[in-house]
Protein backbone atom coordinates (compact mmCIF):
# COMPACT_ATOMS: atom_id res chain seq x y z
CA UNK A 1 0.00 0.00 0.00
CA UNK A 2 1.01 3.47 -0.82
CA UNK A 3 1.62 5.49 2.24
CA UNK A 4 1.80 9.37 2.25
CA UNK A 5 2.71 10.71 5.87
CA UNK A 6 2.20 14.43 7.55
CA UNK A 7 4.65 15.31 10.23
CA UNK A 8 2.08 16.89 12.56
CA UNK A 9 -1.88 16.16 12.45
CA UNK A 10 -2.47 19.34 14.30
CA UNK A 11 -0.72 22.36 14.56
CA UNK A 12 -0.76 25.87 16.31
CA UNK A 13 1.62 28.19 15.81
CA UNK A 14 1.73 32.28 15.97
CA UNK A 15 1.65 35.76 13.28
CA UNK A 16 5.01 35.74 12.28
CA UNK A 17 6.33 32.64 13.27
CA UNK A 18 8.38 30.39 10.59
CA UNK A 19 6.43 26.85 9.81
CA UNK A 20 7.37 24.07 8.11
CA UNK A 21 5.29 21.64 7.05
CA UNK A 22 6.84 17.84 6.30
CA UNK A 23 5.94 15.15 3.50
CA UNK A 24 7.16 11.69 3.67
CA UNK A 25 6.12 9.11 0.89
CA UNK A 26 7.50 5.65 0.35
CA UNK A 27 6.62 4.26 -2.89
CA UNK A 28 9.10 6.27 -4.88
CA UNK A 29 6.50 8.33 -6.81
CA UNK A 30 8.61 11.47 -8.92
CA UNK A 31 5.82 13.90 -8.49
CA UNK A 32 4.30 15.40 -4.76
CA UNK A 33 2.21 17.86 -4.30
CA UNK A 34 1.16 20.55 -1.56
CA UNK A 35 -2.85 21.84 -1.33
CA UNK A 36 -4.47 23.99 0.89
CA UNK A 37 -8.46 22.68 1.37
CA UNK A 38 -10.66 25.48 2.75
CA UNK A 39 -14.57 25.13 3.45
CA UNK A 40 -16.56 25.93 -0.25
CA UNK A 41 -13.30 26.50 -1.82
CA UNK A 42 -12.00 22.59 -2.41
CA UNK A 43 -8.62 21.74 -2.81
CA UNK A 44 -6.32 24.17 -4.08
CA UNK A 45 -2.72 23.56 -5.12
CA UNK A 46 0.04 25.59 -3.52
CA UNK A 47 3.43 23.64 -5.72
CA UNK A 48 4.09 20.89 -7.18
CA UNK A 49 7.64 18.85 -7.83
CA UNK A 50 7.75 16.50 -10.30
CA UNK A 51 12.10 15.62 -9.41
CA UNK A 52 14.08 15.65 -6.89
CA UNK A 53 15.17 19.62 -6.22
CA UNK A 54 12.51 20.99 -8.81
CA UNK A 55 9.44 22.61 -7.77
CA UNK A 56 6.66 24.44 -9.77
CA UNK A 57 4.20 26.65 -8.73
CA UNK A 58 0.38 26.13 -8.32
CA UNK A 59 -2.26 28.31 -8.20
CA UNK A 60 -1.59 29.64 -4.78
CA UNK A 61 2.15 30.42 -4.06
CA UNK A 62 2.22 33.45 -2.28
CA UNK A 63 3.68 32.71 1.09
CA UNK A 64 4.49 29.77 0.90
CA UNK A 65 7.92 28.07 -0.29
CA UNK A 66 9.25 24.30 -0.54
CA UNK A 67 11.91 22.26 -0.64
CA UNK A 68 12.61 18.49 -1.90
CA UNK A 69 15.68 17.78 -1.17
CA UNK A 70 15.04 13.87 -1.46
CA UNK A 71 12.74 11.67 -3.44
CA UNK A 72 11.03 10.65 -0.72
CA UNK A 73 10.23 14.41 1.43
CA UNK A 74 8.59 17.10 0.35
CA UNK A 75 7.90 20.09 2.98
CA UNK A 76 5.94 23.09 2.74
CA UNK A 77 7.80 26.39 4.47
CA UNK A 78 5.39 29.08 5.31
CA UNK A 79 8.17 31.97 5.84
CA UNK A 80 5.83 33.90 7.46
CA UNK A 81 2.76 32.73 9.32
CA UNK A 82 -0.03 35.25 9.13
CA UNK A 83 -3.67 34.48 10.23
CA UNK A 84 -5.40 33.70 6.55
CA UNK A 85 -3.08 30.66 6.18
CA UNK A 86 -4.93 28.95 8.77
CA UNK A 87 -6.52 26.08 6.93
CA UNK A 88 -6.13 22.05 5.99
CA UNK A 89 -2.62 21.41 4.38
CA UNK A 90 -2.52 18.20 2.34
CA UNK A 91 -0.05 16.71 0.73
CA UNK A 92 0.16 14.15 -2.21
CA UNK A 93 2.34 11.66 -4.34
CA UNK A 94 1.58 10.62 -7.73
CA UNK A 95 4.14 7.85 -9.92
CA UNK A 96 5.34 8.18 -13.12
CA UNK A 97 4.06 10.99 -15.07
CA UNK A 98 0.07 10.14 -14.28
CA UNK A 99 -0.76 10.04 -17.73
CA UNK A 100 -1.82 6.72 -18.16
CA UNK A 101 -4.11 7.27 -15.30
CA UNK A 102 -2.59 6.63 -11.87
CA UNK A 103 -4.20 8.65 -8.58
CA UNK A 104 -2.67 10.89 -6.48
CA UNK A 105 -2.07 9.58 -2.99
CA UNK A 106 -3.23 11.79 0.04
CA UNK A 107 -1.85 12.60 3.10
CA UNK A 108 -3.59 12.34 6.31
CA UNK A 109 -3.47 15.91 6.03
CA UNK A 110 -2.05 19.01 8.80
CA UNK A 111 -4.51 21.56 10.66
CA UNK A 112 -2.96 24.52 10.94
CA UNK A 113 -4.14 27.30 13.32
CA UNK A 114 -2.12 31.02 13.22
CA UNK A 115 -2.89 33.04 16.13
CA UNK B 1 -9.25 29.65 -16.86
CA UNK B 2 -9.53 26.50 -15.24
CA UNK B 3 -12.60 25.69 -13.64
CA UNK B 4 -14.54 23.05 -12.10
CA UNK B 5 -17.99 23.61 -10.62
CA UNK B 6 -19.94 20.76 -8.62
CA UNK B 7 -23.20 20.62 -7.35
CA UNK B 8 -24.94 20.64 -5.59
CA UNK B 9 -22.60 21.63 -2.93
CA UNK B 10 -24.51 20.04 0.13
CA UNK B 11 -27.08 17.40 -0.15
CA UNK B 12 -29.28 15.32 1.97
CA UNK B 13 -31.22 12.04 1.33
CA UNK B 14 -32.74 9.49 2.85
CA UNK B 15 -31.74 5.65 2.53
CA UNK B 16 -32.87 3.85 -0.28
CA UNK B 17 -33.05 7.29 -2.31
CA UNK B 18 -31.08 7.49 -6.16
CA UNK B 19 -28.80 10.67 -6.83
CA UNK B 20 -26.80 12.17 -8.85
CA UNK B 21 -23.63 14.97 -8.23
CA UNK B 22 -22.23 16.82 -11.20
CA UNK B 23 -18.93 17.98 -12.23
CA UNK B 24 -18.56 20.50 -15.16
CA UNK B 25 -15.50 21.46 -15.69
CA UNK B 26 -14.27 24.62 -18.11
CA UNK B 27 -11.38 23.79 -20.32
CA UNK B 28 -11.10 20.46 -22.13
CA UNK B 29 -9.26 17.67 -20.43
CA UNK B 30 -8.09 14.26 -20.75
CA UNK B 31 -8.31 13.18 -17.46
CA UNK B 32 -11.01 12.95 -14.37
CA UNK B 33 -10.84 11.91 -10.99
CA UNK B 34 -13.34 11.38 -8.34
CA UNK B 35 -12.53 11.42 -4.32
CA UNK B 36 -14.55 10.59 -1.42
CA UNK B 37 -13.59 12.38 1.91
CA UNK B 38 -14.62 11.33 5.48
CA UNK B 39 -14.66 13.75 8.59
CA UNK B 40 -11.48 14.68 9.43
CA UNK B 41 -9.91 12.12 7.19
CA UNK B 42 -7.41 12.28 3.68
CA UNK B 43 -8.87 12.22 0.34
CA UNK B 44 -9.54 8.18 -0.84
CA UNK B 45 -9.11 7.88 -4.82
CA UNK B 46 -13.30 6.55 -6.04
CA UNK B 47 -12.59 6.56 -9.82
CA UNK B 48 -9.88 7.77 -12.25
CA UNK B 49 -12.26 8.56 -15.54
CA UNK B 50 -10.16 8.03 -18.77
CA UNK B 51 -11.43 8.97 -21.89
CA UNK B 52 -15.03 10.12 -23.50
CA UNK B 53 -17.99 7.68 -22.76
CA UNK B 54 -15.86 5.94 -19.48
CA UNK B 55 -18.26 4.80 -17.21
CA UNK B 56 -16.95 2.96 -14.10
CA UNK B 57 -18.90 1.40 -11.01
CA UNK B 58 -18.16 0.44 -7.37
CA UNK B 59 -21.09 -0.71 -5.72
CA UNK B 60 -23.38 1.98 -4.94
CA UNK B 61 -21.28 4.73 -6.92
CA UNK B 62 -21.00 4.47 -10.58
CA UNK B 63 -19.28 7.62 -12.41
CA UNK B 64 -19.20 8.46 -16.16
CA UNK B 65 -17.48 11.15 -18.20
CA UNK B 66 -18.99 13.46 -21.42
CA UNK B 67 -15.72 14.97 -22.69
CA UNK B 68 -17.81 16.65 -24.94
CA UNK B 69 -20.06 18.02 -22.56
CA UNK B 70 -17.55 19.07 -20.42
CA UNK B 71 -19.34 16.61 -17.42
CA UNK B 72 -18.70 14.02 -15.40
CA UNK B 73 -21.74 12.79 -13.14
CA UNK B 74 -21.65 10.38 -10.03
CA UNK B 75 -24.49 8.55 -9.84
CA UNK B 76 -25.10 7.27 -6.07
CA UNK B 77 -28.05 3.92 -6.34
CA UNK B 78 -29.99 3.31 -3.13
CA UNK B 79 -27.99 5.14 -0.77
CA UNK B 80 -27.10 4.06 2.50
CA UNK B 81 -25.64 5.73 5.43
CA UNK B 82 -22.17 4.82 4.98
CA UNK B 83 -21.84 7.22 1.90
CA UNK B 84 -22.43 10.35 4.01
CA UNK B 85 -19.21 11.85 2.91
CA UNK B 86 -17.42 14.35 0.87
CA UNK B 87 -16.89 13.91 -2.74
CA UNK B 88 -14.91 16.07 -4.80
CA UNK B 89 -14.24 16.09 -8.73
CA UNK B 90 -10.63 16.97 -9.91
CA UNK B 91 -9.83 17.62 -13.45
CA UNK B 92 -6.44 17.06 -14.84
CA UNK B 93 -5.06 18.93 -17.62
CA UNK B 94 -2.16 17.74 -20.34
CA UNK B 95 -0.62 21.08 -20.80
CA UNK B 96 -0.23 21.56 -17.30
CA UNK B 97 1.47 18.58 -16.38
CA UNK B 98 0.07 16.91 -13.47
CA UNK B 99 -1.92 19.59 -12.19
CA UNK B 100 -5.22 18.98 -11.13
CA UNK B 101 -8.02 21.14 -10.35
CA UNK B 102 -10.60 20.48 -7.87
CA UNK B 103 -14.47 21.32 -7.53
CA UNK B 104 -15.49 22.82 -4.28
CA UNK B 105 -16.83 19.26 -2.99
CA UNK B 106 -19.84 18.16 -2.52
CA UNK B 107 -21.23 17.01 1.19
CA UNK B 108 -23.33 14.24 1.36
CA UNK B 109 -25.45 13.39 4.16
CA UNK B 110 -27.37 10.33 3.97
CA UNK B 111 -30.37 10.17 6.57
CA UNK B 112 -31.62 6.24 7.84
Not at chain 1, 20 to 46: A, K, S, T
Not at chain 1, 84 to 100: E, I, R, V
Not at chain 2, 62 to 72: C, E, I, V
Request: glycine share 8%; net charge neutral.
Amino acid sequence: DVKVTQSSRYLVKRTGEKVFLECVQDMDHENMFWYRQDPGLGLRLIYFSYDVKMKEKGDIPEGYSVSREKKERFSLILESASTNQTSMYLCASLPGTGFSGETQYFGPGTRLLVL
Amino acid sequence: ELKVEQNPLFLSMQEGKNYTIYCNYSTTSDRLYWYRQDPGKSLESLFVLLSNGAVKQEGRLMASLDTKARLSTLHITAAVHDLSATYFCAVAYMEYGNKLVFGAGTILRVKS
